[in-house]
């Protein structure tokens, strides 16, 4: 049964690759004015909704759902979560599909056309909508099960660090930075009317995905390929705007990882297993908790299967005849 779910899940995502690769090859199309502001001051419902009905949000739409598939229905071990994210690499960033607008403007360009005062394009605003309502859906589905960029990262953590040790940062050290980072942002906006991260794009590394290779972003791209053997996910954890929107929005997701606290036996398995640090704090039942990639590997080590990502926390109380 598990196994079938995984070839649906599996099938799903070949089925959005063979989605676009026809209508790439044979259109070649590639246009699109989603990277500028201003124009586009038709903001109605109609056209946001045929928006969201275009090929890649429909094609976003299916693999976040076979991801949430996968999370909801069984385990998900490295192998197959590394293979989903080499699919959803090639699937939305070398075959060119969520490109534009980047994720990284969707979040910060309406921003900054609130404070200066200038329009926001109906493509930012349909984009934000899609990263918006995965992530009130399932916890980080867009961020975990969409982003090209956050998929490159966490091939290259997969790859053994020359040290042999993987670094998990303090969320609150790593949270701290993240959100002087857009701070910053926001007062370089007030002061020039430019933001921090698309100046000369030092800070955003979505260009890679246009095949843009300036020296800046070269120098950028490669330093955090290179963190991503020691660190997981760094820049969604210190810089990006997308993954702070998105953290956000995880404390109000409908499905998320939760804990089965009477089926924990406190064997500590699935934090030592897990890349981030955010299931410390769920099995602890922290309020305040990093951000949790929906990866699925810690509900894998779980031995006890007292990790879901469901809707609600689950009760369960054991009887003597459980045992």
Not at 71 to 87: D, G, V
Not at 258 to 286: E, F, T, Y
Request: with cysteine.
């Amino acid at each position: 049964m598990k196994q079938n779910i995984i070839y649906l899940s599996v099938i799903c995502i070949a089925l959005s690759m063979i989605l676009i690769c026809v209508p790439v090859m044979a259109e070649g199309e590639g246009g699109g004015d989603g990277s500028g502001m201003g124009g586009g001051g038709n903001t109605d419902i109609a056209s946001v909704s045929s928006g969201l009905l275009s090929l890649q949000y429909i094609l976003g739409g299916l693999v976040a759902l076979a991801g949430l598939i996968l999370l909801k229905t069984t385990k998900i071990n490295w192998n197959i979560r590394i293979l989903l994210m080499c699919a959803v690499f090639i699937l939305f960033g070398v075959l060119v599909v969520m490109h534009q607008p980047s994720p990284l403007r969707t979040v910060v360009d309406p921003v900054t056309a609130l404070i200066i005062g200038s329009t926001i394009t109906i493509k930012k605003i349909t984009a934000l909508i899609f990263i918006g309502s995965l992530s009130v859906i399932g916890a980080k589905l867009f961020c975990g099960w969409v982003c090209p960029f956050g998929a490159l990262q966490e091939i290259i953590n997969r790859i053994p660090a020359p040290t042999g040790k993987k670094i998990k940062l303090p969320f609150n050290i790593s949270n701290s930075i993240r959100i002087s980072i857009f701070s910053i942002s926001l007062i370089m906006v007030l002061a020039t009317g430019s933001d921090l991260y698309t100046y000369h794009n030092i800070l955003n590394p979505f260009e890679l995905f246009d095949w843009h290779f300036e020296l800046v972003l070269s120098v950028l791209v490669g330093t955090i390929l290179i963190a991503s053997l020691f660190v997981y996910r760094p820049f969604c954890y210190l810089v990006c705007p997308v993954g702070l929107l998105s953290w956000l929005l995880e404390h109000i997701s409908i499905f998320r990882v939760r804990i089965i606290q009477d089926l924990c036996n406190n064997c500590n398995k699935c934090i030592r297993v897990a890349p981030c640090p955010s299931v410390k704090a769920i099995v602890n039942g922290d309020t305040l908790q990093p951000d949790c990639f929906a990866c699925g590997v810690c509900i894998d080590a779980c031995p006890t299967d007292a990790l879901k990502f469901g809707i609600r926390k689950p009760r369960y109380k054991q009887n003597k005849s459980d045992k």
